[in-house]
């Protein structure tokens, strides 16, 4: 059979283990080739294509529902849950998702694309399940590195205590988040690793000890407290302790022998309760350049297969936000030893691998553990440290407590960075930093600010390391800068609150955010030749805004556009209007940004096509809103 002739997993059935093994290649061949040419992400799933098809030849998938913890590792799902023949627009617009949703798939029982919530998505499934009286398989696979999440202890822990509840936990073990996972839990996962698979008392065991004379009789009231104690001398550390927590444990196993996957599956559908199985396996298996370098390929940009280097761009290209951002950090932590970064497993994404090697007793990585991450940083913070914790937007969202009661409340100066805001592109929905500006915005005590480019940038990083009277944070973007000129060192720090003017005009005032700033320069020039001169101002700081500097020029034009990458809702432009509404400047106010809507998988400019964001599209809005008759002049 072949893989382009699976349509349903269930058509695993039967097959053997040699052609389990060459449908295990043709997925690994299919995989590398379509990332080679779309990019995404290409370790994790090379990693589970064994363990993948032993489970679903195990199980009745009609019926049974798999969850699989972030996407990362569900390319393979995806293989063989009927999307081969579009399976090569992966990560396009309109195409298939690199994360699971919904939507896209009956087999895609949750969507996922931050790590660590199977197990409780699972654990809910059976309950349910439990509660309406049906029967079906509920499976959550989950990898090392999502482990260290709080939230999937948390499942663990609550899963453990209902005995009766029917759960299987497959721990997907490659020893890796993205980069190298921290803390004790991977520690005494790799012992797992290392040791001998755990061996399981024998079937006859109770015969063999029945057959001691004038023992064997009286043995048997003690008998099942005599297996549970040898077979926890059995079950190595961690494995006792998954016990303890009230999981049946298995493992750990061969993850790239089929043969003994689907034992294992077997053998453990078959145990009540919550189980865990142990699944050893190698990220990027069956590649060898990614199993060399496990955290160069977890993801990949477009790459040649045979040598695997990324295709190299046409022309240069400016130096991206984050590398711009890590070296600005690096120079001023080298002269400020209270100056730590913290990042929760995304080093290199972040560019704080740059930090950890040059100064690694000021850097610290805590694992998928935003949580821990933010009341980390207020205990740093309240002992005269400079904590630094560099987040994804999207990632920051799952600290939100923690920023308004550990950091905020306290008034303790943590300065957020948050990498990737406003439209991140193929990743979709769930990594789309679209939320921040709305979601910390409301919070007293925080100081909020954007750069308009990477110089920008730099001065804003000077700008949050000097500002202690508070917390503070800085949003950029996803990608590279526009190449302006970037100083070694030197940099001075901004105004709080204080905004730039960047060009006048009579007609009409824009006042941009952040990345928004150069298409509303662009967008002003468009309108310039059409006999419409605008105001433009970089904000810089959506809180506190400049007022003084908005108020009286607002007044005076009279009519106001914001711009920003970044949902509108509760967003900058929103904090302008509530701010012109307060100071009774009743003005005309037309807000552009990210409206009530999910932003799909697709390149950034494709999204900001669609959302109505470029240049040209704002310069014709601004017509439209303002000055109909001059529309159809508009290129």
Known sequence: MHLSEITHPNQLHGLSVRQLQQI??????????????????????????????????????????????????????????????????????????????????????????????????????????????????????????????????????????????????????????????????????????????????????????????????????????????????????????????????????????????????????????????????????????????????????????????????????????????????????????????????????????????????????????????????????TQGMRPIAVIYSTFLQRAYDQIIHDVCIQSLPVFFCLDRAGIVGADGPTHQGMYDIAYLRCIPNMVMMAPKDEAELQRMVVTGVNHTSGPIAMRYPRGNGYGVPLMEEGWEPLEIGKGEILRTGDNVLIIAYGTMVYPGMQAAEILSEHGIEATVINARFVKPLDTELILPLAKKIGRVITLEEGCIMGGFGSAIAEALLDADILVPVKRFGVPDVLVDHAEPNESKTELGLTSHQIAERVLQAFFKQQVSAVV
Request: with cysteine; aromatic share 6%.
């Open 24 to 381: 295990a290649r043709q997925i690994r061949d299919k995989h590398l080739q379509t990332v080679a040419v779309n990019g995404g992400h290409l370790g994790p799933g090379l990693g589970v294509v064994e363990l993948t098809l032993g489970l679903y030849q195990t199980l009745d998938l009609d019926r049974d529902k798999v969850i699989w913890d972030v996407g990362h590792q569900a390319y393979p799902h995806k293989l063989l849950t009927g999307r081969y023949d579009r399976f090569h627009t992966l990560r396009q617009k309109n195409g298939v998702a690199g994360y699971l949703k919904r939507c896209e798939n009956k087999f895609d029982h949750f969507g996922a694309g931050h790590a660590s919530t199977s197990i409780s998505a699972a654990l809910g499934m059976a309950l349910a399940r439990d509660l309406k009286g049906e029967k079906f398989k509920a499976v959550a696979v989950i990898g090392d590195g999502a482990l260290t999440g709080g939230m999937a202890l948390e499942a663990i822990n609550h899963a453990g205590h209902l005995p009766k509840t029917n759960l299987l936990v497959v721990l997907n073990d490659n020893d890796m988040s993205i980069s190298r996972n921290v803390g004790a839990i991977p520690r005494y996962l790799n012992k797992m690793r290392l040791s001998q698979p755990v061996q399981f008392i024998k079937d006859n065991l109770e015969e063999q000890l029945k057959q001691i004379p004038f023992v064997g009789e009286s043995l048997s009231p003690e008998l099942g407290r005599i297996k549970e104690g040898m077979k926890r001398l059995a079950v190595p550390k961690v494995g006792a302790v998954f016990e303890e927590l009230g999981f049946t444990y298995i493992g750990p196993v061969d993850g790239h022998n089929l043969e003994e996957l689907i034992a294992t599956f077997q053998q453990a559908h078959q145990i009540p309760g919550p189980v865990l199985v142990h699944v050893a396996t190698i990220k990027g298996k069956g590649y060898e350049i990614a199993e060399l370098d496990q955290v160069g390929y977890h993801a990949q940009s477009p790459f040649n297969v045979a040598t695997g280097k990324a295709i190299p761009s046409t022309k240069p290209k400016p130096p991206a936000y984050a590398k711009v951002f890590s070296h600005t950090l690096v120079k001023l932590a080298e002269q400020n030893p209270k100056i730590i970064g913290i990042t929760a497993a995304m080093a290199t994404g972040t560019g704080l691998d740059k930090l950890q090697a040059k100064l690694p007793n000021q850097y610290i990585d805590v694992g998928i553990a935003e949580q821990h991450a933010i009341t980390l940083a207020a205990g740093l913070a």
